[in-house]
């Protein structure tokens, strides 16, 4: 009877300790569901709200460009008699905004919907002659107002968003009605690019219930939900989004969760090996839009698995302390006085542990402590190193500036010495009644001002600061660019310029401005070589060869000796006379042909002086020649 009481008070402590640690279990992975279900969430509401002010940022900086082209009076001239006129200035001005403002496309509409003019006229799939009545945007501006339309380009088959705005050419007659539409086309793909994060994908869907833009190309163009037949061939019929199939996403709703939260899965496609969170919509009433965020629920399952792991360990560390108090219990009528010393050693013990995890603990806190400090104060450095950076490339450039000065004053002296004499001679001329006279002498001082605006324009464009990522750039327009703020010195010193390029010069890839001022430095640093050379000569170069393109700048000065041409590179080394130079411009520039993934190198000139090379990487996309000029 005893061995029978003693058999079932056994199996019904196996029993209770396995329903006690599935309580324990089920327990903990439910409150560890909540939990990172709700900090999942507001990861999501932060991320989206983020990305849809950037979506709203991106495409509301470019709505008041259509109205801004529409009040152009080159491009209402030409509309009032287009039959008449050349269409290429317009053009060339519509693609100078395109490429300013960096829109996709630019286009000027008449009356009956046909394209006169546009900024991709110079491409095999531009836009003129293209009928675009049938687009909501020609449709709203026609009829005086501003318009906004998204879906793909018929001839393009680019998706974008579209701004318009009606031209009138009588702004006075409350009767008159637009003679054109300008209409400004803003890609969405740019934007998409940006949101191409781990663990994250974004959705946008419009009015139609179509994804126009997502993180994940497969979604693009597809029904969020089924579309029935007839709603299809409607959508297909507007050619809002051409031939596009339309077909469903394959969202499916797995389980409906709190505050409106949902878990959903997809039948195919890239998302579905698993189930995703849709608990945040971002609404855009003026867009007609909406925005969703489905966040995976990898986080959740492995915060489950880690709380079920920890309440499963700790429900087994307190029924192994339970079975061993139980034990210890039993024995101890039987050795107390063993048992006695037994907790005395492991009291000691334990004490002693205790006091080594204390100690360890407030070492490592104190070592933490210390490696936090050096991390913020590396941060710190690292950025007042770039500011500093920064800040001498502008000062070198600066410093450039003023060596230029004295040719500057010399270029605008003379033009204002003319601008006098041509004024005095007016003044009299009109008092003597000679209107075309007159009228010729102010003809010439507009020319001469004229000449003294393109001479600061130079300096304000080589004084700038630059932080543009790099772009396809001429080579032979930053030789020419930096050759014009020589000018006058070249003149002083009767310098003989040699251009050793092909007919064609190649483009390269970089930061015109930080490439020009490179330029200038190294010429400026030539012609100071050469001041006291008889017969000065300067050459510059450029060839091109598996994929590199090659800047030479050559002069007959003493040159650079062998030791000192790594040297040269190193900040405030200098081999010119005190106060002649700080001995930053050549590492300045070896900085800047660096962070364009080029270099630059000093050797021996053909000439008997120095020789600087610079190698960049060639431009695969050549710009349109009239992109070539300098914004003033």
Request: include cysteine.
């Amino acid at each position: 009877m005893r061995r029978w009481s003693r058999w079932l008070n056994r199996r019904t402590l196996a029993l209770a300790l396995a329903l006690g640690l599935a309580l324990v279990l089920w327990q903990s992975a439910t409150l560890a569901r909540e939990q990172a279900l709700a900090s999942l969430k507001r990861d999501a509401d932060t991320e989206l709200r983020l990305s849809a002010t950037g979506l709203t940022g991106y495409l509301s900086r470019h709505e008041y460009l259509p109205e801004l082209l529409a009040t152009r009076e080159t491009v209402k001239r030409y509309l009032s008699a287009p039959d008449g006129q050349d269409v290429m200035p317009l053009n060339r001005l519509l693609n100078r905004f395109r490429s300013t403002t960096g829109v996709s496309d630019i286009y000027l509409l008449d009356a009956e919907g046909t394209t006169l003019a546009a900024s991709n006229w110079h491409r095999p799939d531009n836009f003129i002659g293209q009928n675009y009545r049938f687009r909501p945007y020609y449709q709203d501006a026609i009829a005086g107002h501003y318009g906004r339309f998204h879906g793909l380009g018929v001839v393009s088959m680019d998706r974008g968003y579209y701004f318009s705005a009606p031209v009138w050419l009588d702004e006075v007659n409350p009767d008159a009605t637009p003679a054109g539409v300008m209409v400004v086309k803003v890609r969405v793909d740019t934007l998409e690019a940006s949101w191409q994060s781990p663990g994250t994908s974004l959705l946008v869907v419009d009015q139609n219930g179509i994804v126009f833009m997502a993180s994940q190309p497969e979604l693009r163009l597809t029904s969020l939900t089924p579309l029935a037949p007839p709603r299809l061939a409607e959508l297909r019929d507007s050619r809002r989004y051409a031939d596009e199939a339309l077909k469903p996403s394959g969202l499916e709703v797995v389980d409906h969760l709190a505050n409106d939260a949902r878990l959903v899965g997809f039948d195919s496609g890239p998302l579905a090996s698993g189930h995703y969170l849709l608990g945040v919509t971002r609404d855009f009433p003026t867009l007609g839009w909406q925005m969703h965020i489905l966040k995976p629920m990898a986080p959740v399952i492995e915060a489950q698995w880690q709380a079920m792991l920890m309440g499963g360990g700790l429900y087994g560390l307190l029924a192994l302390a339970g079975g061993i108090g139980w034990q210890r219990h039993r024995l101890r009528r039987e050795r107390e006085a063993f048992a006695e010393r037994e907790r005395t050693t492991l009291a000691q013990a334990r004490d002693e542990l205790e006091r080594n995890v204390a100690s360890r603990t407030r070492d490592l806190l104190a070592t933490n402590r210390r490696l936090s400090d050096e991390i913020e104060e590396r941060r710190r450095t690292e950025v007042t190193l770039r500011q500093t950076r920064d800040e001498l490339t502008q000062a070198a450039k600066l410093a450039v500036l003023g060596q230029l000065a004295a040719g500057i004053n010399h270029e605008l002296n003379q033009p204002l010495a003319a601008i006098r004499a041509y004024a005095e001679n007016a003044r009299g001329f009109l008092a003597r009644q000679r209107h075309d006279t007159v009228d010729a002498n102010l003809g010439e001082i507009i020319e001469l001002t004229g000449r003294m605006a393109e001479i600061s324009a130079q300096l304000r464009q080589f004084s700038r600061k630059s932080g543009e990522p790099p772009s396809p750039v001429s080579t032979r327009a930053c030789l020419d660019y930096a050759l014009r703020l020589f000018k006058a010195r070249l003149g002083e010193q009767q310098v003989e310029v040699v251009f050793d390029t092909p007919e064609e010069a190649p483009w390269v890839l970089a930061d015109l401005v930080r490439l020009e001022q490179v330029l200038v430095n190294l010429i400026g640093n030539a012609l100071q070589a050469m001041a006291q050379t008889p017969s000065p000569q300067l050459i510059l170069g450029v060839a091109a060869a598996d994929g590199c393109v090659r800047l030479w700048v050559d002069d007959n000065g003493p040159g650079v000796p062998e030791d000192q041409r790594r040297q040269v590179f190193e900040p405030f080394y200098t081999t010119k006379a005190p106060g002649a130079g700080l001995g930053l411009g050549l590492s300045i520039s070896a900085r800047i042909i660096d962070d364009l993934g080029g270099r630059l190198q000093a050797g021996v000139s053909p000439l008997g002086g120095a020789r600087f090379t610079i190698e960049l990487p060639q431009a695969e996309h050549v710009l349109p020649p009239h992109d070539e000029s300098h914004a003033t």
